[in-house]
């Protein structure tokens, strides 16, 4: 849909990934007719779409599974997908492997899953950390992440998991990283309980016309004082209020402010690259029903892989599907003969970051190399299909400076009437979930057009604390509505979301759709 050359607008939305969806919905809800949402990408979604190899196989980037800490934002997706058969729930079935061992996930609380040698180097590693902190209450906080490791977990985890784990997820090094953006993110061991486990063996409508997607709609420049942005199709849009998901640093270079647009430099995130593949013949029964699996050591380059096909049956072709071998796990040539299935897929995702560069030409290759060095595939598993996607900014960092980053440039892009919101236009990774983003969106609208404070951004802490339920879209009897909920009610589901947040089985709910089907239904959802 074309848009006239100078248009303008009371709020406009840049982006229509889950935060500007969230913006979206809640402008569509609140009834505002003066509002626009633009994206470069002819589709909605931003990093919570999916993709489909020419074979059928479904791929998304990163396993998009929902587990969320908002009513509001399962009220929207219980609109869009309105029946129980839309959705497969799943407990979470996640596993660590180590030494040739699979320990059950949080690693730190199932130690009884290693070699002896290993449990006893973890205990005395807890013991130690445990002494230190009796010895030392006065202490100053951690200077930086890997201090938190050691101060919290003790040498032996910290060297057989913690470290090398995280320095393949983020691609820096733990010493680079802060330790407050934590919250729940990592488990703290609790050493009674580890020591008693180890001994024991066991473990605890339509909105089409505010909607303008594709490359002409590329913004270009902001010109903040006039209140304009610029497309790359040579277009304006005049608004009042800004609600920008870009990148923080690439909005500062839009902006075209050298002192922001030096200090958003200072902001680290890493490269993320998706590899998927897919197999023909019945899932191994050594794999079973994991779901997600973590890699700590250096015999495969991926940090996490993700058994795609148990999440639905919709995410690998049916069996009747004929598709030819394009090769084996073992690298031996491809079969001219088109056979049927069945068949089952693998994903993983591999960090990449100036510190830890990526072979990216070889990078699929290598990724099959790693899944036979930890058993997830055997030497003679015909490959079917294989996929790469790179996307250049996965994971924001929660690097040392980036508090004090944000704490310059947010408020005062604040005071010039933009919210820069999102996984990466606020770049705080602890909430830059689906739930937490959406949110993000629909509560810089509430601010905007009400005052009404913030509390995703802010305060990561409260939000992922409990279930938020002070915003709903639909009430108990079906009613749509957006009211305050009372306060016994919070109470009653803190307990609640404490035990469904923190436990390592949670159940977790993976729609029949695929993500970009889901990002259209919430659009079209009249309110």
């Known amino acids: ?110 130690l009884y899953a290693l070699p002896p040698e290993d449990q006893v180097r973890c205990l005395d590693g807890l013991i130690d950390a445990a002494l230190a902190e009796a010895q030392q209450i006065t202490a100053p906080p ?60 066991t473990h605890g409508g339509s909105w089409e016309k505010c909607l303008h997607l594709g490359k002409q709609y590329t913004v270009v420049k902001v010109d903040a004082a006039a209140h304009e942005v610029y497309l790359e199709d040579g277009s304006t849009i005049a608004y009042r209020k800004l609600i920008s998901t870009i990148p923080l640093d690439l909005f500062c270079s839009a902006l075209g402010d050298e002192e922001n647009q030096t200090l958003s430099q200072r902001l680290l995130y890493t490269t993320t690259h998706v590899v998927g593949i897919g197999i023909r013949g019945e899932r191994p029964e050594r794999i079973g029903d994991k779901c997600w699996l973590y890699f700590p050591e250096d015999d495969c380059p991926f940090y996490r892989a993700t058994v795609f096909s148990n999440y639905s049956p919709n995410n690998y072709p049916r069996t009747s599907a004929v598709l030819p071998t394009l090769y084996t796990a073992a690298g031996e040539g491809s079969s001219p003969e088109a056979k049927v299935g069945p068949y089952w897929s693998l994903m993983v995702e591999v960090s990449e970051s100036p510190t830890k560069p990526v072979d990216a030409v070889n990078i699929v290759k290598d990724c099959i190399r790693g899944l036979l060095n930890t058993e997830l595939l055997s030497p003679s598993d015909e490959i079917v299909s294989t996929y790469h996607r790179k996307f250049e900014r996965g994971y924001p960092v929660p690097s040392l400076e980036r508090d004090k980053v944000l704490a310059h440039l947010l408020p005062r892009l604040r005071a010039r009437g933009i919210w820069s919101r999102g996984r990466f236009g606020a770049w705080k990774y602890e909430v830059g979930n689906q739930d937490h983003s959406f949110m993000q969106g629909v509560e810089a609208v509430d601010n905007i057009l009400y005052g009404t404070l913030e509390d995703t951004l802010p305060s990561p802490d409260f939000v992922n604390g409990r279930f938020n339920e002070k915003r709903r879209l639909v009430d108990p009897r079906g009613q749509k509505r957006d009211t305050l909920d009372t306060l016994h009610r919070m109470y009653h589901y803190q307990w609640w979301a404490g035990r469904r947040l923190r436990s390592s089985q949670f159940r977790t709910k993976f729609a029949k759709r695929s993500a970009t089907q889901i990002n259209t239904r919430i659009l079209c959802v009249e309110p």
């Open 1 to 110: 849909m074309t848009i006239e050359s100078n248009l303008s607008v009371d709020v406009l939305v840049i982006g229509a990934g889950p935060t500007g969806l969230g913006a979206a919905k809640r402008l569509n809800q609140t009834g505002c007719s003066s509002w626009m949402l633009v994206d470069k990408c002819e589709k909605p979604g931003g990093l919570a779409t999916t993709d489909v190899t020419r074979e059928g196989f479904l791929f998304d980037v990163g396993g998009h599974v929902i587990f969320s800490h908002y009513a509001y934002f399962d009220d929207c997706l219980d609109e869009a997908l309105p029946e129980p058969s839309h959705w497969y729930t799943h407990d979470r079935v996640s596993y660590v492997r180590c030494n040739r061992t699979w320990v059950p996930y949080p690693f730190q609380h199932n």
């Open 142 to 201: 951690p200077a930086n992440f890997d201090e938190w490791i050691v101060r919290t977990m003790g040498l032996g985890i910290a060297e057989l998991f913690m470290r090398p784990y995280n320095h393949k997820v983020w691609a820096v090094s733990p010493q680079l990283m802060q330790w407050r953006w934590l919250g729940e993110r990592v488990a703290v061991p609790d050493l009674k309980a580890v020591a008693r486990d180890v001994v024991l063996g």
